[in-house]
């Protein structure tokens, strides 16, 4: 079983950036792809970011490529999102996951562990 707790969350203006982490606890972090997903208010919860278990491969949504960053490091069991040029859309609480699927995926369903979530707030 993995713990995943974010941290990082916080309140920016437009053109901001944030470094999201999030600690895992355990020995099989490495074992892990790691996603980032993101949920505002009345919204579903939609998919951000995902890192292979090595760090090697990564998926971006749409939305936030080219903008945001997904990084780990498994001596540390610690993912980050570095979120760069932040706009008001990008408000919303991030969560953090970890899937043990063979492939990285990008479907909220697959992942079976997930973090409380830190909340990011971007000003106009």
């Known amino acids: 079983q993995v713990q995943l707790v974010e941290s990082g969350g916080g309140l920016v203006q437009a053109g901001g950036s944030l470094r999201l982490s999030c600690a895992a606890s355990?020995?099989?972090?490495?074992?892990?792809?790691m996603g980032w997903f993101r949920q505002a208010p009345g919204k579903e919860r939609e998919f951000v970011a995902t890192?292979?278990?090595?760090?090697?491969?990564?998926i971006y949504a749409n939305s936030v490529k080219g903008r945001f960053t997904i990084s780990r490091d498994n001596a540390k069991n610690t993912v980050y999102l570095q979120m760069n040029s932040l706009k008001p859309e990008d408000t919303a609480v991030y969560y953090c996951a970890a899937a043990d699927t063979q492939m990285i995926v990008t479907g909220k369903t697959l992942y079976k562990y997930w973090g409380q979530g830190t909340q990011v707030t971007v000003s106009s």
């Open positions: 890192i292979t278990r090595s760090g090697g491969s990564t």
């Open positions: 355990g020995r099989t972090f490495s074992s892990y792809h």
